[in-house]
């Protein structure tokens, strides 16, 4: 059964730098389009970052331009570099399958951007 293990999270200055790392397995995961979701206390999971099998690429407006999505399918991770963050940014970071195929969530990773 598919698990996902996020990690890298942590806290961070406005304006500094962070990776996220996602571990996935028990799937073949090189067939699917991975994504980084994230929710903020009180508020709905949204989808910030895409990347498809194919290596295309698509970001939520909120974050375009500063976030980064990379896969290694050797490796069966996926990762988001993070920069210029925000304090908007706050929230727990999941990976998953893109939405068509969402497998069961991890733990995540908490990100916190404050000075």
């Known amino acids: 059964q598919v698990q996902f293990v996020e990690s890298g999270g942590g806290l961070v200055q406005p304006g500094g730098s962070l990776r996220l790392s996602c571990a996935a397995s028990?799937?073949?995961?090189?067939?699917?389009?991975m994504g980084w979701y994230r929710q903020a206390p009180g508020k709905q999971r949204e989808l910030v970052a895409l990347?498809?099998?194919?290596?295309?690429?698509n970001y939520a407006d909120s974050v375009k331009g500063r976030f980064n999505i990379s896969r290694d399918n050797a490796k069966k991770l996926v990762y988001l570099q993070m920069n210029s963050l925000k304090p908007e940014d706050t929230a727990v970071y999941y990976c998953?399958?893109?939405?068509?195929?969402?497998?069961?969530w991890g733990q995540g990773t908490q990100v916190t951007v404050s000075s």
């Open positions: 990347i498809t099998r194919g290596g295309n690429t």
């Open positions: 998953n399958r893109g939405g068509s195929s969402l497998a069961s």
């Open positions: 028990g799937s073949i995961f090189s067939i699917y389009a």
